[in-house]
Each structure stands twice: as structure tokens, then as C-alpha cells.
């Protein structure tokens, strides 16, 4: 594997670790899944918006442009809100193992956007995470709620990092990120505008949830989405795709760590989760044969 290659590939591993560590920060913080999402983006644009002032960098792009950036901002708003409800309703360990099938998805909707044949390998691949999604949900029924909200999360991730997959040619990642989130916070601000469902009260905060949405604005979206975002130059939407499939590994971890008992699954759940573990490493090891 091309160094340059390889050590995008690596720091993609520390981005899903950081992913990970995000599901932990979701249950931690006491608000709703939806001002928490409109928290997170809001802190981590205000956050890009400072690095664009001090690195004297223009934001100006095309029309066209933040078209693209407002549909996909909306897209990774809804991803979120999706992913955050799977844990309230759910756990982390459920949220975290339904989201791998977003190799599938990916798989499927690839083609369609590089206009490329189907790749019978990888669908193979994204079906075997299906088969150990399955040895889970089959144990695990009382959770069918938070697997759903998981699922759509999934679709949409899985959507808006294809879509990256293009932009990342003709736009930067920083200046991609930052219209993407801006679009998002204020997707979220028109409708809880625009609805009777909210109040003051339900984006009030603690003084732990504070620290928390700092470190989730900053570490886990303002630095993990750009870096993300620009490594699409040099991997695959499926590469990607698959390689977060390690994000429920490292984000079970963390939460047996955090919270305990409250974590802990049967057996059969790890059976899955390590189907899914294992279908990553093969890809891993076929891709870099692959490209020596």
C-alpha cells in the first residue's frame, strides 16, 4: 500500500475511535437527541468559523456549490439525530452495530454516483455484515425501535459519505465542512421554528453537558469531519465505509468501560459483532493486495 495511502488509512482508524468516543458523549449529555445535534453543529461551526479568521482563508465558493453543501448539511443533520435517538431509545452497543450496515448501503449506492459496475465482492461483504446484524437482532428484539432510528443513520451516512466522495475533487475539505455544517445547524433551527414541539427548556443545558458538547463540537465533528472529509481524496467511499465498521468495537469498549452493566449484551451479540469485525479485516487485507 502507497505510504501516503497507508497513513490515511491509519488516521482513518483514529477518526472511527473518535467516532466511537462520540456515542459515549451522546448518552452522557442529558439533552434530546435533536438539540444535542443542533448544539454539537452550532459549537463546531463557530469553532471552523474562528480557523477560517486566523488562517485568513476566504469561504467563498460557487452557487452551485452550496447547493450541493446544503443538501448533504441537511443529510448529516438527519444522520445524527437518527444516530443520537438510536441511543436514547437503545443503547450505544446496538446503535454502534446496526450502523455497520452501512457497507451494504454503500455498495449499493456507489455505482450509482461513480458510474461504475457493481461490485459483487462487496456486496458479498455487506451481506455478511447483514448475517451477523441478524445473529444480533435475533436476541436482542426488545430494542427494534432504537435499531430502526440505527438503520436509517446508517443510509444516510452511508449516502453522505458518496456524495463527500465527489465533492472532496473540486472543493476543499475545510470549506466543504464548514457549509455543511453551517446548512445542517440551520436546518434544525428552521424546524424547531417552525414547530410547536420545543421550548426553552429543552435546550437547557447542565454544566457537565457543556464540557461534554465542547469536546464533542471540537474533537469528535470540527476536527474528525474535515480530516474525514479530505481523506476521501485518497480512499474509497466502500473503504471508508467499511473501515467504520470497527466504530462498534472500539465504542462497546468504551462503554462497558463507562457505564458497566448497562452495556453489557449476550452472547450472541458478540458473535455478530465479531462476524462484522472479522468481514473488515479480510476487506482490509484484500484491498491492500489490491493496490501493490
Known amino acids: 500500500m502507497p505510504k501516503t495511502k497507508l497513513n490515511n488509512y491509519l488516521h482513518l482508524h483514529l477518526l472511527v475511535f473518535i467516532w466511537g468516543f462520540t456515542a459515549i458523549l451522546g448518552a452522557l449529555i442529558s439533552v434530546d437527541a435533536i438539540p444535542l445535534v443542533w448544539y454539537r453543529m452550532f459549537f463546531a461551526v463557530l469553532i471552523l468559523l474562528i480557523y477560517f479568521l486566523i488562517k485568513k482563508k476566504s469561504l467563498k465558493t460557487s452557487p452551485r456549490a452550496l447547493l450541493k453543501f446544503l443538501l448533504s448539511g441537511i443529510i448529516i443533520a438527519l444522520h445524527w439525530i437518527a444516530f443520537f435517538s438510536a441511543i436514547k431509545v437503545a443503547n450505544i452497543s446496538i446503535a454502534l452495530v446496526a450502523m455497520s ?82 446548512f445542517g445547524v440551520a436546518f434544525i433551527s428552521i424546524y424547531v421554528l417552525a414547530t410547536a414541539d420545543f421550548s426553552i427548556q429543552d435546550f437547557s443545558l447542565k454544566n457537565s453537558d457543556i464540557i461534554y458538547l465542547l469536546i464533542l463540537s471540537s474533537i469528535c465533528t470540527a476536527y474528525a469531519f474535515v480530516v474525514s472529509v479530505n481523506i476521501m481524496k485518497y480512499l474509497t467511499p466502500y473503504t471508508v465505509m467499511l473501515t467504520v465498521n470497527l466504530e462498534p468495537v472500539y465504542g462497546i469498549i468504551l462503554a462497558v468501560l463507562f457505564f458497566g452493566d448497562k452495556e453489557k449484551m449476550s452472547p450472541q451479540f458478540y458473535i455478530g459483532g465479531l462476524v462484522i469485525v472479522t468481514t473488515v479485516i479480510i476487506n482490509g487485507i484484500l484491498k491492500n493486495k489490491k493496490s501493490k
Open 101 to 182: 450496515t452501512g457497507a451494504l448501503f454503500t455498495s449499493l449506492i456507489e455505482p450509482l454516483f461513480f458510474k461504475r459496475r457493481l461490485i459483487i465482492l462487496e456486496l458479498f461483504f455487506g451481506l455478511i455484515v447483514i448475517a451477523g446484524l441478524y445473529i444480533i437482532f435475533n436476541v436482542e428484539s426488545q430494542y427494534a425501535l432504537g435499531i430502526i432510528y440505527a438503520l436509517i443513520a446508517s443510509f444516510l451516512s452511508a449516502l453522505f459519505t458518496v456524495l463527500n466522495g465527489l465533492y472532496i475533487r473540486k472543493h476543499e475539505a475545510d470549506i466543504i465542512s464548514f457549509y455543511q455544517l453551517l
